[in-house]
Antibody, heavy 123, light 110 residues
């Protein structure tokens, strides 16, 4: 059974870099042929897509965050990662990792989600 | 302001049917069948309930159905149950393959 688990610091200081990891179990990132994504949800607000990555390193990002976002894949550890730099209080949110449900297609929906991790930007 | 517009809230009584709309407000959105719907209960991760406009993932109740007409996708929940009370989000994609979510709809079961 495929499972995703986010991990990383729960608190980040303003202007610093937020770094999260999503560990995948139950399938191999490199053999699934699916994109893997990051989505966040500020307190009391809706979902916002951050970006998605294919195991080859091909990426797609939300234009509003593109200048601050980078993602990477480590197939040897079966995980993918998110970095968001120059964070502000507006980046406080629950961050989810998820799998796109159609092979090779970043436009596809997200069928498997991690439980989410709360990140607070505060000094 | 999302390029996908959803009503902020809808309500219905147990046993009734409700429909949540998701309207593409930008010409940059749509032109494909990658519309998805998610259900999210408080404090939980979203769950995919409809993908590719009309398809239900395995394990999702037949009471959930999706459709699309023109630039508006719809989620219909029939035989409303108390457990259906949740937030619902639609998602689609732009011509440059970026993912967008609607603002979300809060469903109240009266």
């Amino acid at each position: 059974q495929l499972q995703l688990q986010e991990s990383g610091p729960g608190r980040v200081k303003p202007s610093e870099t937020l770094s999260l990891t999503c560990t995948v179990s139950g399938d191999y990132i490199s053999s699934s042929s699916c994109y893997w994504g990051w989505i966040r949800q500020p307190p009391g607000r809706g979902l916002e897509w951050i970006g998605s990555i294919y195991y080859t390193g091909t990426t797609h990002y939300n234009p509003s965050l593109k200048s601050r976002v980078s993602t990477s894949v480590d197939t040897s550890k079966n995980l993918f990662s998110l970095k968001l730099n120059s964070v502000t209080a507006a980046d406080t949110a629950v961050y989810y990792c998820a799998r796109h449900n159609t092979k090779w297609e970043v436009r596809a929906g997200f069928d498997i989600w991690g439980q989410g991790t709360v990140v607070t930007v505060s000094s | 302001q999302s390029a996908l517009t959803q009503p902020a809230s809808v309500s219905g009584s147990p046993g009734q049917s409700i429909t949540i709309s998701c309207t593409e407000t930008s010409s940059d959105v749509g032109g494909h069948n990658y519309v998805s719907w998610y259900q999210q209960h408080p404090g939980k991760a979203p769950q995919l309930i409809i993908y590719d406009v009309i398809n239900r993932p395995s394990g999702v109740s037949y009471r959930f159905s999706g459709s699309k007409s023109g630039n508006t996708a719809s989620l219909t929940i029939s035989g409303l149950q108390a457990e259906d009370e949740a937030d619902y989000y639609c998602s689609s994609s732009t011509s440059s393959s970026t993912v967008i979510f609607g603002g979300g709809t809060k469903l109240t079961v009266l």
